[in-house]
């Protein structure tokens, strides 16, 4: 192979890497279009921490996500049949408690619901 060729494949596969990554969530500037953007920004931007929770024994929560750039505060993403909730700010703490919680329901509507809301 030659220098070129062998510098262009480099080159290539550096910038696939870079694309395939998501953008730093450092960059994330916390104003969105709509619910479904930040959505799509938060679940596709690289995070030092993530974190999901078995929430099968729920009846209603389908599905809760923890994404954290920092390890103390972070996005709080709970999914129902109907409706996608996204929280900021919640602390690490209180993902713990909800990941632990008897009632994933009860905890949220306690200590989550009207709180640490994503307002647009």
Request: charged share 20%; aromatic share 16%; with cysteine.
């Amino acid at each position: 192979m030659t220098k070129f060729y062998k510098v262009s494949v480099l080159f290539l596969l550096m910038a696939i890497a870079i694309s395939c990554g998501g953008q730093d969530c450092n960059l994330i500037d916390n104003s969105f279009e709509s619910y479904q953007n930040a959505l799509q920004t938060i679940e596709s931007s690289d995070f030092k921490f993530s974190d999901d929770c078995n929430t099968s024994k729920s009846s209603w929560i389908h599905d809760a996500e923890y994404y954290s750039c920092d390890g103390n505060t972070g996005f709080l993403i709970v999914k129902t049949k109907t409706n996608n909730y996204v929280h900021k700010n919640v602390p690490i703490k209180i993902w713990n408690e909800f990941k632990n919680a008897d009632s994933f329901g009860k905890y949220y509507n306690r200590n989550l619901k009207g709180r640490f809301r994503l307002t647009l």
